[in-house]
């Protein structure tokens, strides 16, 4: 496990242009997102929207699944040659069974993995027929930490449980089983070939230990990785954490918005853990920052974030930030009504999900990030 350690162990070097301040400019902004549209025909049992998506590259080709929540099926699509691949029904009874309550997400290159999050079990299933094949791992009932954040909603973001795949390792986050306190480490690694586990040596940033109970499931981190880097944040704040290859320290930065607030409203200190109706609002009308994404190729970060919503019958103002590493400027664009924030990024380009009405096709926003 030590040459894991090394695979996202911290580089002090993070390329200069994305160290903390050295090179960062002041925020332009750049208006309505510019991109191309990818359109795919589909039939039933297929949605026209998928909530909870992953997506791989197999040589030139891009794959992309999602659950499909009424049929409780994994549907693989071509995104490349533009067809759809297959449907995989999981099965909601018996001893090998995968119900919708206990499904959360699920992950795939070459497998399919899915979360039963009331037992902290991480499964893998088949790729030929979607049918459970094994246990990867399981927290015990002793452990003082879980696999999924319980004492909030995350309601608008989420995608479900949060894991990523770096090529070996299945990565999760940690949080405590009270909900309440802040913990180090923040990751959990899984090993697939041998189930063996390792906490990653990232912690919480000094400043958020007195943060939980102000913004609730807000605090709990969102994270992507890439060949060479993991990063991570926190939806209630604008601020970058970055993990890369062969240093002891984590990089910060700022994506500072020039159209919203750069910090989320901390919730009124009478809305209880427990109180579901006033979290629940809470959460869905809040400031709120989501995932950053890191492109290579580009040399570009990218995140979206959402404004206060005025009440919960409104539709938020949606924006994307982008981050040139080699330039150090920070470019801000209002997103069209129709692009959501379901998005992934590979090889140089952003795909976003478009809002879709109809089950006839599957719509994204494709956007060359190197135009940007």
Not at 245 to 270: H, L
Request: glycine share 6%; proline share 3%; with cysteine.
């Amino acid at each position: 496990m030590k040459a894991h350690l090394n695979i996202i162990a911290l580089m002090a070097s993070l390329l200069m242009a994305c160290s903390s301040g050295s090179n960062q400019k002041e925020t332009i902004s750049a208006g309505v997102l510019k991109y191309d549209s990818l359109s795919m025909p589909i039939d039933y049992p297929c949605l026209g929207f998928y909530y909870q998506t992953a997506h791989y590259k197999d040589g030139n080709t891009l794959y992309w699944a999602g659950y499909n929540h009424l049929l409780h099926s994994i549907e693989v699509f071509d995104l490349t040659n533009r067809k759809t691949m297959a449907s995989y029904e999981l099965e909601p009874e018996g001893p090998n069974a995968i119900t919708k309550n206990q499904f959360s997400n699920f992950l795939m290159n070459d497998s399919m993995f899915v979360f039963k999050g009331y037992r902290n079990e991480l499964k893998l299933l088949s790729r030929k027929d979607g049918k459970l094949l094994k246990t990867i791992f399981t927290l015990s009932p002793e452990e003082e930490y879980q696999l999924q954040y319980r004492g909030g909603l995350d309601a608008e973001y989420s995608r479900g449980f949060r894991m990523r795949w770096d090529g070996e390792n299945i990565v999760t986050p940690l949080f405590a089983k009270n909900g309440q306190k802040m913990h180090d480490p923040l990751f959990l690694s899984v090993n697939l070939r041998t189930s063996e586990t390792e906490r990653l040596p990232m912690a919480y940033p000094e400043n958020m230990k007195d943060e939980l109970g102000k913004y609730g499931s807000l605090t709990s981190p969102f994270f992507t990785m890439s060949e060479d880097r993991m990063v991570y944040n926190f939806s209630y704040s604008s601020q970058v954490y970055v993990a890369m290859k062969g240093s002891d320290e984590v990089q910060t930065f700022a994506m500072n918005s020039r159209a919203t607030s750069n910090q989320s409203v901390p919730k009124d200190a009478n809305i209880g853990q427990r109180n579901f109706k006033e979290s629940f609002e809470y959460e869905r009308m809040v400031l709120r920052f989501g995932e950053v994404n890191y492109d290579k190729q580009s040399d570009i970060y990218i995140r979206l974030h959402y404004d206060d919503r005025p009440s919960m019958f409104e539709d938020r103002d949606i924006y994307l930030m982008v981050y040139k590493c080699r330039t150090g400027e920070i470019l801000e664009y209002e997103l069209p009504k129709e692009v959501t924030s379901r998005h992934f990024v590979v090889d140089g380009h952003a795909y976003f999900q478009l809002k879709n009405s109809e089950d006839s096709h599957l719509y994204f926003a494709v956007v060359r990030l190197a135009d940007l």
